[in-house]
């Protein structure tokens, strides 16, 4: 029995790819399902019977979320379920096709195209141009403790109490108004991302915001790659005359031989994040010489065991940051933290800016909807 889906139209493709078509007096949180196979053919012994459903959703976010690649009014993703002998593993499909992964529609394809038998086999030739549907599908495999997986190491690990997370600001001049709130909530790292106003007003706003803040605040910027080299270079001399944590993507992926030479010539660090999405960019960015400050998504990096693995055997300085994901991806986002020994604070302050799930997260979109 085949995954069914003819729901996933070129139109639904499109809207999938673009942030900012969704919120159209949506409900917090809408559940649509997706039923997949039932995997009982063909299967090594050890694994034995396993059956993979996803459920799709759409989860606003409480105001609209800016950034210099647009405006995004809704977080749409899918939960993954693999069930065998009474157990059960959930996975998240969190793709960002617009900041290097597949699509979300490309991600169900992928899905479809395993047809009626998920092994280990399988799961490990799924192609390197889905990293969001790599992460699902291993993270869920994982949970669901089957003989092939890899076990975690240790307890799960908690948001929070395990480590310093980083509270993300709003942008523009609304930051000088609500970073009080965040260091309410336990926040003592702040990130603000910038190259979304006019350049002089922005770092006016900065001055104002640095100055304000507690000195035991730390404070990051993000430009998401929205800069050119002369506004690279005025928000880096003005780094420098701070102290900054570091400025995220100044330049676009493309301009990596120009963020090697801002790299060297300025004191405040960048790190690279757009430059780095998957595992396969990362470990060219690590080729060509990187050397500094990299920000791994999980959910979008691609299987978790590979680049958990690159990431320690290459000893990278690494920030490991949401892609926005629920629960589910937060946690198996948190275990690869775990596991690489992540000692930054972790951009993980952004369950403020979205929606809050169903209090019976995930097994209740399996309650709330019916198979399609």
């Not at 139109?11 to 997706?34: C, F, H, M, R, V």
């Not at 799709?56 to 609209?64: G, L, Q, W």
Request: glycine residues 6%.
């Amino acid at each position: 029995m085949a995954i069914r889906c003819k729901v996933w139209s070129a139109e639904t493709a499109q809207s999938l790819d673009s942030p900012g078509k969704w919120l159209e007096n949506s409900p917090s949180l809408i559940a649509e399902s997706y039923t997949c196979a039932d995997m009982t053919n063909s299967r090594p012994p050890a694994v034995r019977s396993c059956r993979l459903d996803i459920r799709t959703f759409r989860r606003p976010f409480v105001r609209p979320l800016v950034t210099s690649h647009g405006e995004w009014l809704v977080r749409e993703g899918a939960i993954v379920r693999l069930s065998a002998q009474g157990r059960v593993g959930y996975g998240e499909l969190a793709p960002i096709p617009w900041f290097g992964s597949e699509s979300l529609a490309e991600a169900l394809n992928c899905c479809a195209s395993l047809e009626d038998c998920l092994t280990a086999e399988r799961l490990a030739a799924i192609p390197d141009r889905f990293p969001a549907t790599q992460f699902a599908l291993e993270s869920a495999w994982v949970d669901l403790g089957l003989p092939e997986s890899e076990p975690t190491s240790a307890a799960s690990p908690s948001l929070h109490s395990d480590w310093p997370v980083c509270g993300l600001l709003p942008t523009g001049e609304a930051a000088l108004q609500e970073w009080s709130s965040l260091l309410e909530r336990g926040y003592t790292t702040l990130k603000w991302k910038i190259g979304v106003e006019e350049r002089a007003t922005e770092l006016a706003w900065f001055y104002q915001l640095a100055e304000a803040l507690p000195s035991n605040v730390v404070l990051r910027l993000d430009a998401n790659g929205g800069l050119d080299m002369a506004g690279a270079i005025d928000w880096l001399q003005a780094c420098d005359r701070l102290s900054i944590e570091y400025l995220e993507q100044p330049l676009p992926p493309t301009e990596f031989d120009a963020l090697l030479r801002l790299q060297s010539e300025f004191a405040t660090p960048i790190a690279l994040d757009e430059s780095v999405a998957t595992l396969r960019d990362l470990q060219r960015c690590i080729a060509r010489g990187w050397n500094g400050l990299v920000v791994v998504k999980p959910a979008i990096c691609g299987f978790p065991s590979r680049a958990q693995q690159f990431c320690k055997t290459h000893h990278l300085d690494v920030v490991v940051s949401s892609a926005l994901e629920t629960p589910v991806g937060q946690h198996a986002a948190l275990t690869f933290a775990r596991e690489i020994g992540s000692h930054r604070a972790l951009g993980f302050g952004v369950d403020h800016l979205l929606q809050p799930v169903l209090s019976n997260w995930p097994a209740g979109l399996w309650q709330t909807s019916t198979p399609s």
